[in-house]
């Protein structure tokens, strides 16, 4: 598979609860349908995932997380498209791999199960650690900060040393400051306004903000309502731009056509990033799955 710079991750919820698309893609051959839909618009990676991380969220056990999203990755894979899987749990990722996943998007960065160390190091696919405090029933308790940037780097990059401890080798290694997670629109903002201290970090960065809370409530009518879930998309496509211009080597959208067209208009331009992107090993072991 050649990948283009920057990566766009299209989102695929088969949950009846996720904040923005929950319901819309829960049977098999709906989600199937949109995965190849996401893929033909331009997205390099379809993130498949089973369980809702928006705030609040309740949990759900592994088999029926399981039985959500193999069938739907059996599908696209067998169409050709490549799948990563969206988990905290080491026998999903494992499940969703071995149905042809080819990364592993953990909202934990491993905290939630440490056994997802073992599956990626045993894997060697790509594995992408986000910022993560707790799980979204408590996570917005957590969101708690002196130096969000400084803290949220300290702690990704804690996570990179238990990952490297495990046996994964650091080309595996993408990153995510995780904008929403235990995190309020204040963190999320700063954070954006500073990508360039993870970029640094010589790691690929994978930015999602796509159709966030806090987004909606920059957009919020005369009355102080947020912005609809729907109404979002100007705003996710200006994030998305300006990440890519710091130099994220990803982004992860539910829109992937607005995405793609606003990339092009951006590559047009020939403006330079202002960080070179990590490139090379992460879409050299997407391809080997194909």
């Known amino acids: 598979m050649h990948v283009d710079h920057p990566v766009v991750m299209g989102i695929l919820n088969v949950t009846p609860d996720s904040f923005s698309d929950g319901g819309r893609y829960t049977d098999v051959e709906a989600a199937i349908l949109h995965g190849v839909e996401l893929y033909h618009a331009g997205a390099n990676i379809v993130d498949v995932g089973g369980e809702s991380t928006r705030p609040g969220a309740e949990r759900i056990d592994a088999d029926t997380e399981i039985e959500r999203v193999v069938p739907v990755i059996e599908g696209l894979a067998r169409a050709g498209v490549p799948l990563s899987i969206d988990t905290t749990r080491a026998a999903v990722a494992t499940a969703a791999l071995d149905a042809g996943a080819a990364v592993i998007n953990d909202v934990s960065g491993g905290l939630a199960d440490p056994g997802m160390a073992r599956v990626a190091a045993e894997s060697g696919c790509p594995w992408i650690l986000m910022h993560w405090r707790g799980h979204s029933r408590h996570m917005t308790k957590m969101a708690v900060y002196d130096d969000v940037v400084a803290e949220v780097r300290g702690e990704l990059l804690q996570r990179v040393g238990e990952a490297l401890s495990a046996g994964v080798d650091p080309g595996q290694i993408i990153l995510d400051p995780g904008l929403g997670f235990a995190k309020n629109a204040e963190h999320n903002w700063a954070l954006s306004a500073r990508l360039d201290v993870f970029v640094d970090l010589g790691y690929p960065v994978l930015f999602a903000a796509s159709r966030k809370t806090y987004l909606g409530r920059l957009l919020a009518g005369p009355d102080g309502t947020p912005r609809p879930v729907e109404?979002?998309?100007?705003?996710?496509?200006?994030?998305?731009?300006?990440?890519?211009?710091?130099?994220?080597?990803?982004?992860?959208?539910?829109?992937?056509?607005?995405?793609?067209?606003?990339?092009?208009?951006?590559?047009?331009?020939?403006?330079?990033?202002?960080?070179?992107?990590?490139?090379?090993?992460?879409?050299?072991?997407?391809?080997?799955?194909e």
């Open 231 to 289: 109404d979002r998309e100007a705003a996710t496509l200006a994030t998305s731009i300006l990440a890519v211009a710091a130099g994220a080597w990803g982004v992860r959208v539910h829109d992937v056509t607005a995405t793609a067209d606003a990339l092009a208009v951006w590559r047009a331009t020939g403006s330079p990033r202002l960080q070179r992107p990590v490139t090379g090993s992460v879409e050299d072991r997407v391809s080997e799955k």
